[in-house]
Nanobody
Framework: QVQLVESGGGSVQAGGSLRLSCAAS????????VGWFRQPPGREREFVAG??????????YYTDSVKGRFTISRDNAKNTVYLPMNRLKPEDTAVYYC?????????????????WGQGTQVTVSS
């Protein structure tokens, strides 16, 4: 089992910044890819960013709407993945989740991830 705990959410005005963290414990591995997803009110969960494991060179992936504003990174020594979010927009408002996949590659489908955190709320006001 892998346990994930997100933190760093909050309320900010448009143009502001937040940094989300995802701390993993249990049977985590540096080779597992990690994804960040979000679920806006009344909508389905969607892929935001992902980072591959150590065997894949920590490649990063982003949905188009966050490219240039969000940056995913991981510190394997701390078993933590980060998501600094800059120039936030009201449409970024959602519950943000991190997830771990027991496989080699990052994918964008939430159904292909095995472990999930409880989520952290991000609210961006205009």
């Amino acid at each position: 089992q892998v346990q994930l705990v997100e933190s760093g959410g909050g309320s900010v005005q448009a143009g502001g910044s937040l940094r989300l963290s995802c701390a993993a414990s249990g049977r985590t591995r540096s080779t597992y890819p990690v994804g960040w997803f979000r679920q806006p009110p009344g909508r389905e969960r969607e892929f935001v960013a992902g980072i591959s494991g150590s065997w894949s060179g920590h490649d990063t992936y982003y949905t188009d709407s966050v490219k240039g504003r969000f940056t995913i990174s991981r510190d394997n020594a701390k078993n933590t993945v980060y998501l600094p979010m800059n120039r936030l927009k009201p449409e970024d408002t959602a519950v943000y989740y991190c997830a771990v996949r027991r496989a080699d590659r990052v994918t964008t489908s939430p159904d292909e991830y095995d472990y999930w955190g409880q989520g952290t709320q991000v609210t961006v006001s205009s």
